[in-house]
């Protein structure tokens, strides 16, 4: 049963344009969620992230929203560039027995077309 | 620049071979994790370890052991390599807590493939 969930594999978008990512959840004990970009043959580099207690957090062309009675965060990268082609990967933490445990979602590959 | 270090980035292994896969952080990062990542799948998590000499299994652990005999690494051991775990395994720390403990350090991924 996935906890963290992305339920588009893959999204094409011109460039310029403005690329949405989503994401949804099902453990309302979730308390930080994160956005990792990961390039073929790398390992994910972290992206942005919110606090749950947050609904926004802003860098530069990249917005993350979080909607937490909808259980739904999304990523918004304004304006898209080909660089940004990339699978995005949403992740989430929460405190188990053991300590900090993070969930990551299955991806979405992203694809800026020039 | 900090990192995380793992110290083969490409293996190819025979069905039944021993595989041992490093990582090693120089953040003095309290928590390491392995995570295995197949399309469609995201990342899962194999184990984790809080502090040396601990560790824990994660969602997948099976086939796998790990070791952390020292804070700075933390190894990833196939005791009889199988087809199925032809995969991308990622080594990752994170501190225990203070600024960046919600953020975890990856590196740079080992493509293993057993034939």
């Known amino acids: 049963d996935q906890q963290v969930k992305q339920n588009s594999p893959s999204l094409s978008v011109q460039e310029g344009r403005i690329s949405i990512l989503n994401c949804d959840y099902t453990n309302s004990m979730f308390d930080y969620f994160l956005w990792y970009k990961k390039y073929p043959a790398e390992g994910p580099t972290f992206l942005i992230s919110i606090s749950s207690i947050k609904d926004k957090n802003e860098d530069g062309r990249f917005t993350v929203f979080l909607n937490k009675s909808a259980k739904h965060l999304s990523l918004h990268i304004v304006p898209s560039q080909p660089g940004d082609s990339a699978v995005y990967f949403c992740a989430a933490t929460v405190y188990d027995n053991y300590g900090q445990n993070f969930v990551f979602g299955p991806g979405t590959r992203l694809s800026v077309l020039p | 620049d900090v990192k995380v270090t793992q110290s083969s980035r490409y293996l190819v292994k025979r069905t039944g071979e021993k595989v041992f896969l490093e990582c090693v952080q120089d953040m003095d990062h309290e928590n390491m994790f392995w995570y295995r990542q197949d399309p469609g799948l995201g990342l899962r998590l194999i184990y984790f370890?809080?502090?040396?000499?601990?560790?824990e299994k994660g969602d997948i652990p099976e086939g796998y052991s790990v070791s952390r005999e020292k804070k700075e690494r933390f190894s990833l051991i196939l005791e009889s390599a199988s087809t199925n775990q032809t995969s991308m395994y990622l080594c990752?720390?994170?501190?225990?807590?203070?600024?960046?403990?919600?953020?975890?350090?990856f590196g740079a991924g080992s493509r293993l493939t057993v034939l």
């Open positions: 370890s809080y502090d040396v000499k601990m560790k």
């Open positions: 990752a720390s994170s501190p225990a807590g203070g600024p960046g403990a919600n953020v975890l350090t």
